[in-house]
């Protein structure tokens, strides 16, 4: 890959500006524009599928019923990270049970960092342990 400072950066925005322009005000918004070191080439995309499917299967895979509950259960896990919420223990500081004890108290910051890395790959890498069973 070549650098990329700065000045490159302006200097390949200034260029390609004006194409992007022509482009908008002469095309429609399927139409892109290859351009290479010895040619320019204007396409058009006649019909699209995209899909990230193959490029991440554990991220993007669905049910058969093309269902998006593995999309669910992803963000599902990603938002119990991000609030870093661990289980209820059980246990309590006091006799009449109304001071629940951390999960962090009871297992340490190392036990809690585990907690969420197993809860992250059982999740990612769930289809693969199915696999293996």
Same mark, same amino acid.
């Given at each position: 890959?070549?650098?990329?400072?700065?000045?490159?950066?302006?200097?390949?925005?200034?260029?390609?500006?004006?194409?992007?322009?022509?482009i908008a005000?002469?095309?429609?918004?399927?139409?892109?524009?290859i351009?290479?070191?010895?040619?320019? @080439?204007?396409? %058009?995309?006649?019909n699209?599928? &995209? #899909?990230?499917?193959?490029?991440?299967?554990? +991220?993007?895979? /669905? =049910?058969?019923?093309?269902?998006?509950?593995?999309?669910?259960?992803?963000?599902?896990?990603?938002?119990?990270?991000?609030?870093?919420?661990?289980? @209820?223990?059980? %246990?309590?500081?006091?006799?009449? &049970? #109304?001071?629940?004890?951390?999960?962090?108290? +009871?297992?340490? /910051? =190392?036990?809690?960092?585990?907690?969420?890395?197993?809860?992250?790959?059982?999740?990612?890498?769930?289809?693969?342990?199915?696999?293996?069973?």
């Open positions: 890959m070549i650098p990329f400072d700065e000045e490159k950066q302006n200097a390949f925005d200034e260029s390609v500006r004006p194409a992007m322009k022509w005000e002469n095309c429609h918004p399927h139409t892109k524009i351009i290479e070191s010895n040619c320019a @080439e204007l396409v %058009e995309g006649i699209i599928v &995209k #899909t990230d499917d193959y490029l991440f299967p554990a +991220l993007t895979q /669905s =049910n058969t019923d093309g269902s998006d509950t593995r999309i669910k259960e992803l963000e599902n896990t990603l938002s119990k990270i991000i609030e870093w919420k661990a289980p @209820e223990t059980g %246990e309590f500081w006091d006799e009449e &049970k #109304t001071r629940p004890c951390s999960y962090e108290t +009871l297992y340490g /910051s =190392n036990g809690i960092r585990d907690y969420f890395r197993r809860l992250a790959e059982s999740t990612l890498f769930k289809d693969e342990q199915l696999k293996k069973k």
